[in-house]
């Protein structure tokens, strides 16, 4: 987003509207912000009240210019106590969906569609909410429901992309026997690949990236090891004109994650060491493209070049980042047969993530690596 999108010269209008912040959820000094406004996915975008010092609106993964314009002004007129549609339901909605309380947020959402048409300005932007909030709370068989009906009315638009994807997501994740999950994942493998081939939807890169990842794992989910090939090949060959199309260093290396991914999918994981240290000599104090390097190398069984990766790295990282940078060497001492080494790692991790600070702190984590310790 930083790369592509606010970069657009369409949105200097609004320059004088808000005032930006950009916070590192990782720095330890911005646990406070963290611990006041959870943040559960990245990157999420929040117009706060200033006088009340609380979320008017929340925004939950990619967005277009066109869309970010109706954010903007959904969340001024939240913040100015202009209230909204659907008899103020959306509002509440949006309140407790900054505050993180899921369950809640999802109630008020419901209620609020049944008051918005879906032709509607925050009609779509309810849905994708409710769809975040559903599988947030492990409603896969609503999220199915929502997102197979609200296709229907946004299937030309941009929240098509988000609407196929989740609904993808979550038939994925209904348990296996269910019925009808067979037939829902089919639909919405057929949507995300209509979404993929429509020409007249301008997607940004990563939400078009997150849609060839579902059909991967979709192939994956039904045993189809040459499907889910060939798609990661062509989910390859789509970053590649991405990265080939950057006019920076800055949009490039903005894409590693998801090529990293890509080339993982595809079973090229070589590929990815010379796009990594092209962005390791472009950004030398980011952290993230020796830890993504280091994961390239254990896929290639390369654990030495891994290890020292790693060490690189560590030596940058900070913040509960550092968590999955120890992670990833504890699997690189597995894959040396190194168990000492690897336990020793998940110890550092443990003790790592019971200091960090509140608004940091995994509770979740901690118990998850405490676990991995008492497993012989």
């Given amino acids: ?78 913040a100015g106590g202009g209230g909204q549609a659907a008899g103020g339901a959306l509002a509440r909605a949006d309140a407790l969906y900054g505050q993180g309380d899921y369950t809640a947020a999802g109630k008020a959402f419901r209620e609020a569609l049944t008051g918005l048409s879906p032709k509607s300005a925050q009609y779509a932007r309810a849905v994708e909410s409710l769809l975040f909030c559903m599988q947030t709370t492990g409603d896969e068989p609503e999220c199915v429901k929502l997102a197979r009906k609200a296709l229907r009315e946004l299937r030309h638009t941009a929240s098509a992309a988000n609407l196929a994807g989740s609904g993808l997501d979550c038939a994925l994740g209904l348990p296996d026997g269910v019925p009808g999950r067979a037939e829902a994942i089919a639909a919405f493998e057929a949507d995300v690949a209509g979404v993929l081939a429509d020409p007249s939807l ?120 550092k968590l999955r940078v120890l992670a990833v060497r504890a699997d690189i001492y597995k894959g040396m047969g190194n168990a000492a080494g690897a336990r020793k790692t998940v110890e550092e991790a443990l003790a790592y993530a019971e200091a960090l600070p509140p608004g940091q702190r995994s509770e979740t984590t901690i118990a998850s690596l405490q676990k991995l310790l008492a497993t012989p």
Avoid: C
């Avoid at 320059?15 to 990245?42: C, H, M, Y």
């Fill in 202 to 321: 301008v997607l940004v890169a990563d939400d078009r990236s997150a849609l060839y990842g579902s059909l991967v794992s979709a192939r994956e989910d039904a045993k189809d090891a040459a499907g889910a090939h060939e798609i990661a090949l062509a989910w390859v060959a789509n970053l590649d004109g991405e990265a080939a199309r950057a006019s920076t260093p800055e949009q490039r290396t903005a894409l590693d994650p998801d090529r990293l991914n890509a080339f993982l999918a595809a079973g090229e994981a070589e590929k990815a060491i010379p796009m990594l240290e092209a962005s390791q000599r472009d950004f030398p104090q980011d952290y993230n493209p020796p830890a993504r390097l280091a994961i390239a190398y254990l896929e290639l069984k390369r654990y030495g070049e891994a290890l020292a990766a790693s060490d690189r790295a560590l030596a940058l990282v900070y913040g509960p980042r």
């Fill in 1 to 78: 987003m930083r790369a592509f999108v606010f970069t657009d010269k369409a949105l200097a209008k609004h320059a004088g509207q808000f005032v930006w912040l950009s916070i590192d959820t990782e720095k330890a000094q911005n646990a406070p912000f963290a611990k006041k406004f959870p943040i559960r996915a990245w990157p999420s975008f929040y117009v706060i009240d200033p006088k009340k010092e609380t979320v008017a609106l929340r925004w939950v993964g990619g967005a277009t210019v066109p869309q970010l314009r109706k954010i903007f002004a959904d969340g001024a007129r939240a």
